[in-house]
């Protein structure tokens, strides 16, 4: 299972748990309740923290008592005070009730993360990717030290998986299986992705990965490989 399917289902999952903790609080069995809401509420602040720790704050205020809170009214009042058995003793106010509309504004709050799933582990992944070519480039240049062509054949790896991505992004179909950087170079020019110039310079260093890795007969020099490295560093930043 995908890492998006998973979350989408364990969001599910803790959304069909509301009738049951709808139903021990209208009950009032508030240790039955403080069981089963302390195990949703634990995963829930894990999803939360994956999808949006820009609402952690607001679902804890839930939960928790303010600790700076001077009295216990209808606006104070909150879900561990329910937990705890804690009601008002004037009766000003219906506690049970109120601990229920906080719990349906955390469910509110998890729901809404559902529309979030792609675009967070969208950019996690981008994240990753982004990391992962910077250390590559670190090794192929610390490889130019002991081999030229396996630091161009690393460098050229990082382009060629770069393009790759670059078509996703933008929804460009590449036929080959296999492609090579030549095989996306000419239809991410053509789709207008970038300009010739940059095309150009692309294909280039495609060139120089091809002494690297295939032409046996031919040597690349440190100054090509250099000119690979520092190459690919700036075609990943620039163009996504």
């Keep these: 299972m995908s890492v998006k399917l998973e979350i989408k289902d364990q ?52 939960y928790q008592a303010d600790p700076k809170r001077k009295s216990l009214t209808s606006m104070t009042y909150c879900i561990q005070d329910y937990t705890r058995g804690v009601s008002p003793n004037s009766g000003n106010f219906e506690h049970k009730a109120v601990a229920k509309i906080r719990l349906i504004n955390q469910f509110q709050i998890l729901n809404s993360l559902s529309s979030r799933i792609d675009t967070v582990l969208e950019d996690v992944e981008g994240h990753l990717f982004t990391s992962l070519q910077d250390s590559e480039l670190g090794a192929a240049l610390e490889l130019v030290k002991i081999n030229l062509r396996a630091a161009g ?13 670059v078509a996703i992004n933008h929804g460009i179909k590449i036929t080959k299986k296999n492609p090579t950087i030549s095989d996306l170079n000419d ?8 300009d010739v110039p940059t095309w ?22 440190k100054e090509q490989v250099t000119e690979l490295i520092d190459g690919v560093n700036t075609i990943i ?3 996504y």
């Design 11 to 62: 969001i599910s999952s803790l959304a069909n748990e509301k009738d049951e903790m709808f139903r021990l609080l209208d009950e009032h069995k508030i240790l039955q309740f403080g069981n089963s809401y302390q195990s949703w509420y634990s995963r829930a602040l894990r999803i939360l923290q994956t999808l949006g720790k820009d609402r952690i704050d607001e679902f804890i205020a839930l």
């Design 153 to 165: 054949a690393l460098a050229g790896v990082v382009l060629e998986r770069h393009l790759q991505r």
């Design 187 to 194: 239809p991410l020019k053509s789709e207008g992705i970038y």
């Design 200 to 221: 150009r310079k692309i294909q280039l260093l495609a060139d120089i990965r091809n002494i690297c890795s295939h032409q046996k007969d031919k040597d690349p020099s």
């Design 237 to 239: 930043k620039l163009i």
